[in-house]
């Protein structure tokens, strides 16, 4: 198992929250950074938040202060916290990983739907 698995998925009230993990499926310390993208229905797959090796994080501007994206290396796992969640964040999320020999890889993804 070389991919990430994403977890944590579901329906949610708008307003809501959810914690989605991304288990790296291999040590943390061999992956540069770790991305979390999402693709709503008849859209193209977009940056969500992306975490570094160092710890530096990056957001794209719709989910600043909203969602958290942190590391537990303890654990090879990335969470992506999102609160206050909206009808547009309803999208499937999708975890994906470059590793320090320069390769890609993507989860399965986790569906995210916020309804009400």
């Known amino acids: 198992q070389v991919h990430p698995v994403e977890s944590g998925g579901g329906l949610v009230q708008p307003g809501g929250s959810l914690r989605l993990s991304c288990a790296a499926s291999?040590?943390?310390?061999?992956?540069?950074?770790i991305d979390w993208y999402r693709q709503a229905p008849g859209k193209e797959r977009e940056f969500v938040a992306s975490?570094?090796?160092?710890?530096?994080?990056t957001y794209v501007d719709s989910v600043k202060g909203r969602f958290t994206i942190s590391r537990d290396n303890a654990k090879n796992t990335v969470y992506l916290q999102m609160n206050s969640l909206k009808p547009d964040d309803t999208a499937v999320y999708y975890c994906k990983t470059f590793t320090t020999d320069g390769n890609i890889y993507w989860g399965q993804g986790t569906q995210v739907t916020v309804s009400s």
């Open positions: 291999r040590s943390i310390f061999t992956i540069r950074y």
């Open positions: 975490v570094t090796s160092g710890g530096t994080t």
